[in-house]
């Protein structure tokens, strides 16, 4: 062998299992911190609205202070894998309890919410930030700096691949937010107990570390144990009732509580639906298009998951067939299945009559050619761009394409009162796609005057009759709907595109106003 071989050859020494294992670390130091990140944004996005604008202030955030972490890497010059450890049980205890802590925050201190979530973020941040130039200087020792720059970032972005796919798809609909950044958490300080183990030989007061390690893994499993009555005793103590149902998805927070007046239904905590006057609500949503057809067999629903709208159209009995496209199944199965819930409903979800298909309202409307004699649509009000979409004109140009000739689409439509320019916002756009609008309002105690949309191509004539049975909706109620008195006339407003959601801001302005 020649020298230039051999000195090849000292160049690239065969990683120590040292090495490996804090390679491993890595994957697991990205994955967690990613985990955090994650978590804390979709938190954010539940509790405050506009998904886009909180992940993109949270990463910001984070990344910011990942940069502050690395930078002050440089000041630690000793006792690196000492260092390292008291970190990681840092990371697994303050990124472990983040989504429960701010859980509680919200319903106790929300004044603070906004402090805590990016406070909190802020130091994940700069620890993990710390976190990863430490790994790099102690594997030094055993990997060539070509070598050591590709390993620990090829390790880094797996562990963020890995993290990113099982956080939508297994672990907030099977683990919930809370116990996901607790399991993340105690594997966090597993690497932390894995450095101790590995570096047993290196570090002073080992005594001292074990007891540290022990403790944080203790709080973590505490955490974990009880995260389900630490969730239930925050959202009691926030919505002021009992909950009786709850769960995390992919796509919200589904809270229904019961108290004195009945079943509520809440999403990321905004009030759906109170049992107590929910019929006025839904009477007055399904009716005035229903009845001004005259013979609907084929309705769609867009929304309206809970089935209410559903049990408002099956009074009808020439109606054939009711297709319901709600994207969260959770919704569908709840109130189809949980006996409680589907007798609101009347089992309507359960009814022959009735399909229901879980897919986005709006790759619905565009991928699909049935047309409908009415199409009810019951989204949340516009509080973040997701939704926004649903009522831009580029949805009601889908929307009108899927309408029979003779067909009427029902649009709910937030408060007149309240959103008074967030209500003739939509009224502008579905104008702008060639329909034209019938706007009324209706007072539902829970929510105050809200505010309803008829859009077609041919005129609306007030009905000749009401279905029997109805328990507030007449014909002269009906026509006292239609009249807008001068705090709620309409206003001059923009149309709500794609390209613009000029929508969520106004929504946001309006209802940022109630209680200041």
């Not at 804390?40 to 910001?60: C, E, K, P, R, V």
């Amino acid at each position: 062998m020649n020298a230039s071989a051999a000195l090849d050859d000292r160049s690239t020494p065969t990683p120590r299992p040292i090495a490996v294992a804090l390679l491993a670390s890595v994957f697991v130091i990205a994955a967690c911190g990613l985990l955090y990140e994650l978590a804390a944004g979709a938190l954010a996005s539940y509790l405050l609205g506009d998904s886009i604008l909180q992940f993109s202030t949270i990463i910001g955030t984070y990344l910011f202070a990942m940069g502050v972490g690395s930078w002050l890497s440089r000041f630690l010059e000793r006792q690196l894998p000492a260092h390292f450890l008291r970190i990681e049980l840092l990371v697994a205890l303050i990124g472990g309890m983040l989504p429960g802590t701010l859980f509680v925050a919200n319903a106790w201190l929300p004044h603070a919410f906004h402090l805590l979530l990016y406070g909190m973020v802020f130091v994940v941040g700069t620890l993990v930030g710390l976190e990863i130039p430490l790994v790099m200087r102690i594997l030094q020792r055993d990997v060539v700096l070509k070598d050591l720059v590709s390993q620990v970032l090829t390790f880094d972005y797996l562990g963020a691949l890995a993290v990113s796919l099982a956080f939508p798809l297994l672990l907030v609909p099977y683990l919930g937010l809370i116990r996901s950044g607790l399991l993340f958490g105690l594997m966090n300080a597993g690497v932390a107990i894995w450095a101790l183990w590995l570096f047993r030989h290196e570090l002073r007061r080992f005594g001292e570390h074990v007891a540290a390690c022990v403790l944080v893994v203790a709080l973590l499993a505490a955490g974990m144990w009880g995260a389900g009555a630490v969730t239930t005793l925050a959202e009691d103590h926030f919505y002021q009732s009992p909950i009786a149902f709850a769960q995390t998805t992919p796509y919200q927070r589904i809270v229904v509580t019961h108290g004195r007046r009945g079943y509520r239904l809440y999403l990321n905590g905004n009030l759906q639906f109170a049992e107590s006057d929910e019929y006025r609500y839904h009477e007055a949503l399904v009716h005035p298009a229903m009845t001004a057809h005259g013979a609907p067999k084929r309705v769609a629903v867009l929304g309206g998951g809970d089935g209410m709208a559903v049990r408002e159209i099956l009074k009808y009995p020439g109606v054939e067939s009711v297709t319901l496209v709600e994207l969260d199944p959770a919704m569908t199965r709840f109130f189809a299945d949980t006996p409680q819930l589907a007798a609101l409903n009347g089992h309507a979800l359960t009814d022959a009559r009735v399909h229901i298909v879980n897919e986005d309202a709006f790759q619905w409307l565009q991928q699909g050619s049935d047309t409908f004699d009415v199409i009810v649509v019951d989204f949340p009000d516009p509080t973040n761009f997701a939704i926004g979409k649903l009522y831009t004109n580029s949805f009601y140009a889908l929307l009108d394409q899927r309408l029979a000739a003779s067909g009427y689409a029902v649009i709910q439509t937030t408060s007149p009162l309240i959103a008074r320019k967030s209500f003739w916002t939509v009224a502008e756009t579905i104008e702008s796609t060639g329909l034209s609008v019938v706007p009324y309002h209706v007072h539902v105690p829970s929510f105050g005057e809200w505010g309803f949309m008829i859009a077609s191509r041919r005129p609306w004539h007030m009905p000749g009759a009401l279905p029997a049975g109805l328990r507030f909706l007449d014909l002269p109620a009906l026509s006292a709907m239609l009249d807008f008195p001068r705090d709620m006339a309409r206003v001059p407003a923009e149309v709500n595109r794609l390209s613009n959601q000029v929508l969520v801001h106004t929504y946001e302005q309006e209802w940022g106003r109630v209680g200041q």
